[in-house]
């Protein structure tokens, strides 16, 4: 994957994590353990590939 695709595709899965993640809130559902795992797993992942892209390090 070239940086665009890695920084784009990882804040396209943080905000996927993020709806999974407060989805339950807004539909007035019961949390449970698998919504919240894979949420958090979504969130990880979108995080890893923008800290593997160039554009998306600090340093």
């Not at 007035?28 to 979504?42: C, G, K, N, P």
């Amino acid at each position: 994957m070239d940086d665009s695709t890695q920084l784009w595709g990882g804040a396209g899965l943080i905000l996927v994590g993020a709806l999974i993640l407060f989805a339950p809130l807004l539909l007035e559902l019961a949390y449970t353990t698998i919504l919240l795992s894979v949420a958090v797993l979504v969130l990880a992942g979108g995080a890893l590939l923008i800290g593997l892209s160039q554009r998306g390090r600090a340093v």
